[in-house]
């Protein structure tokens, strides 16, 4: 993958463009990322971004922009060369391209194919054949469907190339000395990589390939920017905003992989999920009850939690500690000391969570219970 040549700046913001072997693959504009598909010639239809459709793009046969829609950060039209609007010309490297005319500009200084009588004209276009073929250099036309031995080669570096990114954040998943940050970071490739292979856009695309791989990579990049920056809560805002309406589920994805699962403040959580916690599914626990905090001398932003799964937190852990310590009884601080043990602790019936217990045992210490 490399970054286009066109890396520019606009309004202050930077605008990159991701290709693979010259084709334009996902375009970053400040902090959204979009998807580039393409079509059989590898012109640019459609902008993607969070798996809905932000700009839409037709041609006529030459090249002629027939409608527009949407968000159009690129500068990248049909068979992915860079449109100079304010000219009405395609750049094509060694010509210009009116797509009015579906002539060049300037004449081919190589006859591409003496045999061929449609190569004489050395201002034409494709040998005025469009629909079949691509000219990438502006000197030689060549027929997409030639390079589909490369695609299928592409194939399978997609793959490997997403089974590599995979194992490695597993390891980091799996590593106790890993930061949350960078079990964040894994953890959202992952969640990527499962939702993009499951989803496969190739099948539909015979080129642009690997697409999900690249675009995948740009956002892993751009959470990991932020969270270097910000922390969790900014590498999370980063993924609400890039992948849009689909974030909760990759949210909730993550999480099953076993990313938000650290003991932090309750109004941390709070933040850190903020805008995407109900939609995925997911509760924030305050390890010491609200109804208990005060009394603790902790404000309710500031007790230890944890994420839960929503179900899980209201029939196994809410219900229980209800259970033990009903609604409207009056207890002391060793009581509710003791009906914590029995429902974090591990033993019949306990949630085996010694570790929640060690986040609140100095807040029940400091009032003299006894352990």
Do not use: C
């Amino acid at each position: 993958m490399a970054v286009d040549d066109g890396y520019e700046v606009r309004g202050g913001g930077v605008r990159k463009v991701y290709r693979l072997s010259g084709e334009a693959v996902a375009v970053r504009e400040g902090s959204a990322v979009y998807a580039v598909l393409g079509d059989h010639l590898g012109s640019v239809t459609v902008l993607a971004q969070g798996g809905s459709v932000a700009g839409a793009t037709r041609y006529l046969p030459y090249g002629a922009i027939r409608l527009e829609s949407g968000v159009w950060p690129t500068d990248r039209r049909f068979t992915g060369q860079r449109w100079e609007q304010g000219l009405g010309l395609y750049d094509y490297n060694a010509r210009f391209y009116d797509p009015t005319l579906g002539r060049f500009l300037q004449p081919d200084p190589i006859v591409p194919e003496p045999g061929n009588p449609q190569a004489l004209n050395r201002y034409a276009y494709v040998y005025n054949n469009p629909l079949r073929y691509v000219d990438g250099s502006g000197h030689l036309p060549v027929a997409p469907l030639l390079i589909a031995g490369a695609v299928a080669l592409l194939k399978i570096a997609d793959y490997g190339w997403t089974a590599w990114d995979a194992y490695q954040s597993w390891r980091t998943l799996a590593n106790p000395l890993a930061s949350e940050a960078d079990k964040l970071v894994a953890g959202f490739n992952l969640a990527l990589s499962m939702g993009l292979e499951a989803a496969e856009p190739e099948e539909w695309l015979p080129v642009s390939l690997p697409l999900d791989d690249l675009g995948r990579r740009a956002l892993v990049a751009g959470v990991q920017e932020r969270v270097q920056q910000g922390g969790l809560r900014a590498g999370v805002a980063f993924l609400r905003e890039a992948v849009g309406e689909a974030a909760p589920q990759v949210i909730r994805r993550m999480y099953n992989l076993g990313v938000f699962r650290g003991i932090r403040s309750a109004g941390e959580w709070e933040a850190i999920l903020q805008g995407v916690r109900k939609e995925a599914g997911l509760e924030v626990h305050h390890l010491i009850e609200r109804r208990f905090a005060e009394r603790l001398g902790l404000k309710e932003s500031e007790v230890p939690a944890v994420v839960l799964d929503r179900t899980f937190h209201q029939q196994e852990v809410t219900a229980r500690l209800f259970s033990e310590l009903p609604t409207g009884g009056s207890y002391n601080a060793q009581q509710i000391w003791e009906a914590y043990k029995r429902v974090y602790g591990s033993g019949p019936g306990g949630l085996n969570r010694p570790e929640w217990l060690e986040a609140i045992w100095p807040y029940f210490e400091r009032l003299g219970v006894k352990r």
